[in-house]
């Protein structure tokens, strides 16, 4: 796990101490993971124990800390059918309002004699399943990577990460209050992918980063902006002005895409990498039309049935205002939760 992880996790749950070292914290962490992992072998709970811990190299938050976890298998549950894991790591922690700290991580399961299974993804809401075939036989030790599973996971992650996230949900609402046919929907949701798939693919290959303190203002920045963008200049709302924003701004948003993704992808071969990259972004893709088709048609409902409006293309001025500005309000608590 991260350094990063091991310091959230120190500082939020109240047991950081003066005079506390990093081996001290390092070896807490190791206790607070055996108290956020789950195992079960047939639904019968395992107890487990950290058997070794690895320093990093560096005290950076990037630097990596590793754990061996053992959990043993009582002896009615020798040969399980299946066994669960499950995590909340970080869960029980504020990031922002409304927006809990979560670890993600990548898997790999393995038996003797057998073939590792990886590219698994583990999230809070993401448990994994681990079917034991013991009929199975063979010698074959080099990972397998299923891809088709893979690229099934990452979308799914993607579609959850979009509609559990408020911050990206608010700032695509904002863009599409000013949308005035469906021609200008695909062209900002489909500036906003772009940007956001170039910075999520730059920073998964270490290429451009940024810290947390940067990207997480500006992404809440970018909703009160398109937010006052509708209200207070409603002509730049739309045309090249607000592709230009979508774009700008996505790049932002890509970067605080990639950040849970990040510890996930460390080690990863190209080939996964690659996988894992563009099954997200489909899954992002995905999350943001389940959001945007029913407001857009929700729109155009309310412009059909606004029919003395002089400009039946746009939504009446004070719909349009009072949700911009209710967004604004939501942007506006983000941004201050980001800067503390």
Same mark, same amino acid.
């Given at each position: 796990?991260?350094?990063?992880?091991?310091?959230?996790?120190?500082?939020?749950?109240?047991?950081?101490?003066?005079?506390?070292?990093?081996?001290?914290?390092?070896?807490?962490?190791?206790?607070?993971?055996?108290?956020?992992?789950?195992?079960?072998?047939?639904?019968?709970?395992?107890?487990?124990?950290?058997?070794?811990?690895?320093?990093?190299?560096?005290? =950076?938050?990037?630097?990596?800390?590793?754990?061996?976890?053992?959990?043993?298998?009582?002896?009615?549950?020798?040969?399980?059918?299946?066994?669960?894991?499950?995590?909340?790591?970080?869960?029980?922690?504020?990031?922002?309002?409304?927006?809990?700290?979560?670890?993600?991580?990548?898997?790999?399961?393995?038996?003797?004699?057998?073939?590792?299974?990886?590219?698994?993804?583990?999230?809070?809401?993401?448990?994994? =399943?681990?079917?034991?075939?013991?009929?199975?036989?063979?010698?074959?030790?080099?990972?397998?990577?299923?891809?088709?599973?893979?690229?099934?996971?990452?979308?799914?992650?993607?579609?959850?990460?979009?509609?559990?996230?408020?911050?990206?949900?608010?700032?695509?609402?904002?863009?599409?209050?000013?949308?005035?046919?469906?021609?200008?929907?695909?062209?900002?949701?489909?500036?906003?992918?772009?940007?956001? =798939?170039?910075?999520?693919?730059?920073?998964?290959?270490?290429?451009?980063?940024?810290?947390?303190?940067?990207?997480?203002?500006?992404?809440?920045?970018?909703?009160?902006?398109?937010?006052?963008?509708?209200?207070?200049?409603?002509?730049?709302?739309?045309?090249?002005?607000?592709?230009?924003?979508?774009?700008?701004?996505?790049?932002?948003?890509?970067?605080?895409?990639?950040?849970?993704?990040?510890?996930?992808?460390?080690?990863?071969?190209?080939?996964?990498?690659?996988?894992?990259?563009?099954?997200?972004?489909?899954?992002?893709?995905?999350?943001?039309?389940?959001?945007?088709?029913?407001?857009?048609?929700?729109?155009?409902?309310?412009?059909?049935?606004?029919?003395?409006?002089?400009?039946?293309?746009?939504?009446?001025?004070?719909?349009?205002?009072?949700?911009?500005?209710?967004?604004?309000?939501?942007?506006?608590?983000?941004?201050?939760?980001?800067?503390?």
């Amino acid at each position: 796990v991260s350094n990063q992880e091991a310091f959230v996790a120190e500082a939020f749950g109240g047991r950081a101490e003066p005079k506390a070292t990093l081996e001290d914290v390092w070896r807490r962490h190791g206790d607070y993971l055996l108290a956020h992992l789950q195992l079960t072998a047939d639904g019968a709970a395992l107890a487990g124990a950290v058997t070794n811990l690895a320093p990093p190299e560096k005290p =950076t938050p990037e630097a990596r800390i590793t754990y061996e976890l053992k959990f043993d298998i009582p002896p009615e549950h020798q040969r399980p059918r299946a066994i669960e894991v499950r995590q909340n790591v970080l869960n029980e922690f504020i990031f922002a309002p409304g927006n809990p700290w979560e670890a993600t991580y990548i898997v790999r399961i393995s038996r003797d004699g057998l073939a590792a299974q990886e590219g698994l993804l583990l999230t809070s809401k993401q448990p994994l =399943t681990f079917t034991c075939d013991w009929n199975a036989v063979g010698s074959q030790t080099a990972p397998h990577l299923d891809r088709r599973a893979m690229a099934a996971t990452f979308v799914r992650h993607g579609i959850a990460h979009i509609l559990t996230g408020y911050d990206h949900l608010l700032f695509i609402a904002g863009l599409i209050l000013a949308v005035a046919n469906l021609w200008d929907l695909v062209k900002v949701v489909s500036s906003f992918t772009l940007a956001h =798939t170039i910075t999520l693919t730059l920073a998964v290959l270490d290429i451009v980063r940024l810290p947390s303190r940067i990207v997480e203002p500006m992404i809440a920045a970018s909703i009160v902006f398109v937010a006052l963008q509708n209200v207070l200049a409603p002509a730049q709302s739309r045309g090249w002005t607000r592709l230009a924003v979508a774009f700008g701004f996505g790049l932002f948003h890509g970067l605080g895409f990639a950040g849970g993704l990040l510890a996930a992808m460390e080690g990863m071969a190209g080939a996964a990498i690659i996988t894992a990259i563009a099954a997200f972004s489909i899954g992002v893709e995905i999350g943001h039309q389940v959001v945007a088709l029913p407001l857009f048609g929700a729109l155009r409902i309310t412009r059909s049935a606004c029919r003395l409006n002089p400009d039946p293309e746009r939504i009446p001025r004070w719909a349009s205002q009072i949700a911009s500005s209710a967004i604004c309000a939501a942007g506006m608590v983000y941004l201050v939760a980001a800067l503390r």
